[in-house]
């Protein structure tokens, strides 16, 4: 099933909402190639329908094939229209409402209509809830009082969905049936209008140009919440079209493919998967030449390898709503501006006495008015002016009173409150807004959340922010020499140092850990394990096994994807890293040393592994320090040295050997020498970098 673009309305059942765009009303919106335009507000259903048509006219005069999604039950529960038409053809009901239905801006008939359709059923009901002032025949005011009418509440589709409304229910909040009613005679005409142009699913084969269908655009709440959009009803339609239109032809096929009942069915239904998975689609892979680096003789210098992966590099994991309360060390997907000015109104920032300032200089006594101001419970009349009131931190300010004296320093008696100015006009009082206001971007995407942020969001009222999902990192170690520790271990084997250490490194840069165990050096086993691992990790760090020996085997396959680079980077501890993609997964073969392994992940995993989980490019600051020791060093190669600082004195570990993991305990970071010729002298300032800044 293929559209070229999909439009989204979400329908209301309501009056006109006047010029400006507000809140349940009419939206609609059109996404092309999964793109969408501009969500649009449509005041009231007149305009709409004539919206709606042109809308389809245009699109279809460019050649278009468009699906037509509303937010709206396109029929009611069975038996309903046997009963009421004698026929169970839906779309026959469809004409009966039309003949029926009045509506104009400011007033419809519906309440009445409901009315008229329970007196010819049996008991009472099955419409309910008349929201008028005036007592109609025939239509309760409230669900319980329905009997015996015959019909069931909701349809199968309405039971597939948690949290649906029955379509009997016409209002109260969250309830559609007046929509529905309102809504059915506009589907009515637009069939009419295109005739042979257009059907309905699933009531008949979609194989027209213009298709209409019956969608639920609370289907995936969280992601609608995380929209940026101010308004839901206009985030809903813009995520919906998109996300329609994003879809692959054989996934809304799936979705298209039911049984046609009298009753229809919700396009999506019981397939919210399928409809995150469109609505918030995966980030394309990376491409192969992400890791591209010179090969042969060449080494690379640091900087233009982190240079490299900055260009190359994106985010790799899914964008994904998330709570506050599970916000904390995510990254942020998109910006986010504040719903809601703080503070909300002007308020006090002290317990005291509001009056209209300023005070002057002399002892000021003004006659209290009777009450109190209260956080949570603002006194609700204006304060004459001359007088004062009772006022305690975090309550609004009434009006007339821009100003507040500390009680502290007030003496009051029951009727006046006496104090020494002089009190500027705005003392002890904090205005609207003057942290944060509505509309304002209050964080950036690509910034990682912190508790502040999270107190920050909360306040300016967004309880759901745009994040992306953890970054899943697996952990492998490779060599027959391995053993974990705690296991014996023989005369030819060592402990399995690399994959406890660099779980904890990542773990500490708060991405998600998998442990993918230990692979012998055997080719096709360490194969079978990244085809594994590529299944369930969003980015894999090897170590061991990445130069270019027979036993080599992580660079030996890495070297079969067309992706792969050998990089030889003028840094020491280096040796080569073995970087690629295994099936589009991003792969860092870090050498089996555990100093060099930590080191070149430290180095170059930490600031990549940031972007692919949707952060920014962000390397660590170093610390200027002076050395503690003497070092020569040639052109052309950078040192990191492991190195602690005591008294603010770098010193450095005495042994430079590679496999002296020892040291990385003794450190407390890295000293780091230049490319270029190098003798430190003691007192000269070294860069350091304490361990702790690569976790940002
Ligand atoms: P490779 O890069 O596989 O040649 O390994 C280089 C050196 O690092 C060898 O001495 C390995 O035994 C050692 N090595 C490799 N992996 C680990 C590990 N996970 N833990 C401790 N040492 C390792
Ligand atoms: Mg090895």
Known sequence: MRFDSVLMVDWSGGNDRGPTPVKDAIWACVATDGKAQDPVYLRNRQVAEVWIIDMLTTLRAAGQRVLVGFDLCFAYPDGFATQLIGSEDTLALWDWFAERVKDSPTENNRFDLAGQINARFPGVGPFWFNGLKRDIPDLPRKGTARADHGLPEKRAADLAIPGSFSPWQLAGAGAVGGQVIMGLPVLSRLRKHFGGDLSVWPFEAAETPIVLAETYFSLIPDLVQAHPHPVRDAAQVTLYASGFSNMTAEVLSRLMDVTATPEGW????GEAAALRQALAPAPPPLTNDCFAMPQGAYWTPVDDALAHLQAHLGPVVATDPSTLAAASGRFLAADVTAARSHPPAPNAAVDGYGFAGPAGEEVNNLPLVAG???????????????????????????????????????????????????????????NAGEDMTAGQTILSAGRRITPGDIGMLAAAGIGTVPTYQP???????????????????????????????????????????????????????????????????????????????AEDHVSALLAGTGSFALWRIAMKPGRPLAMGLWRDVPVFGLPGN??????????????????????????????????GFTKTKKAGRREYLRARLTNNVAEIFPSEGSGRVSGLSWATGLVELGDPALSVQPGDLVPYYPFSSFDT
């Open 471 to 549: 970054l899943r990192v697996g952990i492998l170690s490779t060599g027959d020499e391995l053993v974990p520790a705690g296991q014996p271990a023989s005369a030819g084997q060592i402990y399995d140092a690399n994959r406890p250490m660099l779980a904890a490194l990542v773990a500490g840069w708060q991405h998600q850990i998998i442990d993918l165990g230990r692979a012998a050096d055997d080719r096709d086993k360490l194969r079978a394990m990244l085809d594994d691992a590529a299944t369930r990790c969003d980015a894999i760090l090897t170590s061991g096994g990445a130069s270019a020996g």
């Open 594 to 627: 555990p100093v060099a392994a930590m080191v070149c992940a430290l180095i170059f995993a930490q600031p990549a592994l940031r972007v692919m989980a949707g952060g920014a490019w962000q390397r660590p600051a170093p610390v200027m320090v002076p050395a």
């Open 372 to 430: 109190r101001g209260a956080a949570g419970v603002p006194y609700p009349h204006p304060v004459p002016s001359g007088h004062a009131i009772r006022i305690l931190t975090g309550a609004n300010l009434p009006k007339g009173v821009d100003t507040v004296v500390l009680q502290e320093d007030t003496s009051v008696t029951d009727h006046s409150v006496s104090f020494h100015g002089p009190l500027k006009r705005g003392a002890n009082a904090r």
């Open 266 to 269: 919700v396009l999506g239904a």
